[in-house]
């Protein structure tokens, strides 16, 4: 009997090893991982610029607290900043910390309450950011929500205009909706939702927590448009595995979280920092982000042109190395036989399959995750 709680439905796969794209279970079996630990790995598991970064921190110090400045919070703080063309960095552990960070600064700032976000949209587990997903079911069982959110239709400018007004502290949303279903925002949609944020003095929040840190092929998500948020949060890919998350705010915010304010007493470990480092200046790189949109593009076709005879596949759509096919079955199954087969992916919602390869997954790797779904959907899903 396990003395852990049954928060996770874990899967059969218990791993021992993993290198690259690929995990070995207990039993010796390889995996071609296209889950990327959830986003996670953006440079596969155990990249040796990380690692040896990771080792050199290690050999200095672990944690000494935030009482104490670090030049190395500050080195990576200026690499976000830069990157972002925002100002200021608050270092959480985790994407829902992140998120919880940026709602109470923007309504510190604002000194408003109201926030909206979007249906499907998903934000964390934390009190504030349960409230703030769009997503009852993560909802069951906890009682009533934080009353000062409203969810609207992704991409219904209407739906939104009739929201807002001059009580909205913030419009908070994901240039890519990843655990609803991997649905991408228009354009037209996200220019009005800046625009409709200027016009009643409403701060603009975009969650790049599993769109960030190039999974787009651009660093930020966000990029790909003519944006100008006024807090991005950042966390998963940020670094590589090791727990980091990030609040990164326009300059005109940075008195609301004084001394006192907010905090964090993990927040910014120096070994952490010192993964995340080492992943942005190996991915925040011209010719590394173009490999990834090249790459998101020919995974896409070799989807398209290799499931388009299964009649269970509706749609594939998303954005560089972030993919989802969306079936007219549960996807659960599915990634079980996925699995037996040797490949590891993820559900996005209840019918969409999502890919997340490692963004320096190899085009052969590409070549084989998807033979493995078109083996396995033809075996299986295909009627006579």
Known sequence: MSSLFPTYARWEVEPVKAEGSYLIDKKDKKYLDFTSGIGVCNLGHQPETVKEAVQQQLELYWHVSNLFPQIIQEEAAKILADTTGLDRVFFANSGAEANEGAIKLARKATGRTKIITFEKSFHGRTFATMAATGQDKIKEGYGNMLETFVYVPFNDIPALEKEMSTDVAAVMLEVIQGEGGIHVAAEDFLLEVQKLCKKHGSLFI????????????????????????????????????????????????????GPGSH????????????????????????????????????????????????????????????????????????????????????????????????????KEQMNEAVHIIQKVMEKSYITA
């Open 263 to 362: 905090g964090s007493t993990f927040g910014g470990n120096p070994i952490s920092i010192s993964a995340a480092i080492a992943t942005m200046d190996t991915i925040f790189v011209d010719e590394f982000l173009q490999t990834v949109v090249k790459n998101g593009e020919y995974l896409k076709e070799l989807l398209q042109n290799g499931l388009k005879n299964v009649p269970i596949v509706k749609d594939i759509r998303g954005l560089g190395l972030m993919v989802g096919v969306e079936l007219d079955i549960p996807v659960g199954g599915l990634l079980k036989d996925l699995r037996e087969e040797g490949l590891l992916s993820l559900p996005a919602g209840e019918k969409v399959l999502r890919l997340l390869p490692p963004l320096n997954a190899t």
């Open 206 to 257: 975009i969650d790049e927590i599993q769109t960030g840190i190039g999974r787009t092929g651009k660093p930020f998500a966000f990029q790909h448009f003519n944006l100008h948020p006024d807090i991005v949060t950042v966390a998963k890919g940020l670094g590589s595995g090791l727990p980091i998350g990030a609040v990164v705010g326009s300059e005109k915010l940075g008195s609301y979280f």
